[in-house]
């Protein structure tokens, strides 16, 4: 960890022009194009806002429900997610929404950050194709746990779209606002490196046995 948070000077100077970017211009710009591992990365700037928004897409060679699977196992998520220290799930609402509480791992000299997801499921349809899931920050569903930070905003949808039996289409879109003090510069930056190495995260969590091959019963409603 030490390691890696030693290098976040040397990743900023390689991508200052990316975090410089005039705000006036808006629209999704591709920040990211990982060719070997058909994933793409976009930011776009919202008006009158410093923070930009991020939408992160790959098609996974992976079935619909094994995918299902993964983003649903929230004891699991520490596994893959980016920068997560501890995960766990606060309430099971109903068969399509629960919430679950997340903290993330700062950089050195910044403290960490914590956050109250609440997750409902749009099940797949016959004249919607996909699933998605649409999480939204809920910051006073439980009182501030110092040191840490209750982070204004980790606010985004992840939308599964089945291209054939064995590929689907992951697609993340959303806007993070970490709360306290930290400049506008470094969140952006975690914002362009957070999606991406949650879709690789994604991708190895889900060839694993329990998740790709399980007669388990699904959790939650996906299908109507």
């Not at 959303?174 to 510069?185: D, L, Q």
């Amino acid at each position: 960890m030490i390691a890696a948070l030693s290098m976040l000077p040397v990743l900023a100077i390689a991508d200052v022009d990316d975090l410089h970017d005039d705000p006036t211009k808006l629209g999704w710009k591709l920040t990211k194009n990982d060719i070997r591992h058909s994933i793409k990365v976009y930011t776009k700037n919202e008006e009158g806002q410093k923070i930009r928004s991020f939408r992160v897409e790959a098609t996974l060679d992976a079935p619909l429900e094994a995918l299902l699977r993964v983003q649903t196992d929230v004891d699991n998520f520490s596994r893959w997610y980016f920068s997560s220290r501890e995960i766990k799930l606060l309430k099971k609402v109903s068969d399509k929404e629960f919430y679950f509480y997340l903290i993330h791992d700062a950089p050195i000299g910044l403290a960490d950050r914590d956050v109250i997801l609440r997750t409902t499921i749009e099940p797949m349809t016959a004249k919607r194709p996909y699933v998605q899931f649409t999480m939204v920050s809920v910051p006073d569903y439980l009182p501030p746990r110092p040191p840490n930070v209750r982070m204004e905003a980790e606010n985004y949808t992840v939308r599964y779209t089945p291209v054939s039996k064995t590929q689907t289409l992951r697609v993340v879109e959303g806007f993070i606002n970490p709360g306290g003090s930290s400049p506008a510069w470094a969140i952006n930056f975690v914002q362009g490196k957070g999606p991406y190495t949650n879709m690789m995260g994604m991708r190895r969590m889900v060839n694993l046995p329990q998740y790709n091959d399980t007669k388990e019963p699904l959790p939650y409603k996906f299908f109507e």
